[in-house]
């Protein structure tokens, strides 16, 4: 049972446009959400987070959406750059109790194209 | 480098063996998870360590075990391996219990 489910396995995307990656989720005692960007042969590194009270986080060029009536939150990168391409992760946590563990997506392969 | 250590980088071993695998968290971080990614698969939660405590179990089989030394160092230990136990075994390390994860490069555990 995936609790977290990112659809796009990938995304491919010119240098300098919008770059959307999304997440769904069921479960909704998840409190808190997490992108996450992983490069080949290196562990995953935090990018951005969002509390469930809020509906938006911004920094630099990177945005979390959060919209918990339809279970669903959404990464955009603007303006993307070659550096982004990487697999983005998305992880939910607060399915109750206090051990702060996350449910992670499969991932999202996002390619960006000089 | 992330701060966080695991070793050994890569593991290639045969069916029915065990291995220990080793992650020792960032300087000053209380916690210790454990994850599991296999071939198209997103991390799973194995299991988590508090100041030398087990804090919380995911799907962990029973052939796997783990622990936190007193110098807060942890190992995963994997036994009776399997072909579909071969994947990426992340660690990840937090100051105290909360959710700002650093993770470690991986341990690649090819099981043959």
């Known amino acids: 049972d995936q609790q977290v489910k990112q659809n796009s396995p990938s995304l491919s995307v010119q240098e300098g446009r919008i770059s959307i990656l999304n997440c769904d989720y069921t479960?909704?005692?998840?409190?808190?959400f997490l992108w996450y960007k992983k490069y080949p042969a290196e562990g995953p590194t935090f990018l951005i987070s969002?509390?469930?009270?809020?509906d938006k986080n911004e920094d630099g060029r990177f945005t979390v959406f959060l919209n918990k009536s339809a279970k669903h939150l959404s990464l955009h990168i603007v303006p993307s750059q070659p550096g982004d391409s990487a697999v983005y992760f998305c992880?939910?946590?607060?399915?109750?109790?206090?051990?702060?563990?996350?449910?992670f997506g499969k991932g999202t392969l996002l390619t960006v194209n000089p | 480098d992330s701060g966080v250590t695991q070793t050994p980088k890569h593991l290639i071993t045969a069916t029915g063996q065990r291995v220990t695998l080793r992650c020792s968290p960032r300087?000053?971080?209380?916690?210790v998870y454990w994850y599991q990614q296999s071939l198209d698969q997103g991390l799973q939660f194995l299991i988590q360590?508090?100041?030398?405590?087990?804090?919380a179990k995911g799907n962990i089989l029973e052939r796997f075990s783990a622990q936190q030394f007193p110098d807060l160092h942890s190992e995963l230990n994997l036994s009776s391996l399997e072909l579909g136990d071969s994947a990426l075994y992340f660690c990840?390390?937090?100051?105290?219990?909360?959710?700002?994860?650093?993770f470690g490069s991986g341990t690649r555990l090819t099981v043959v």
């Open positions: 990840a390390s937090t100051r105290q219990l909360d959710y700002g994860y650093t």
């Open positions: 479960n909704s005692m998840f409190d808190y």
């Open positions: 969002i509390s469930s009270i809020k």
């Open positions: 992880a939910a946590g607060g399915s109750g109790g206090s051990n702060y563990k996350l449910t």
């Open positions: 300087s000053g971080d209380l916690s």
């Open positions: 360590y508090y100041n030398g405590e087990e804090r």
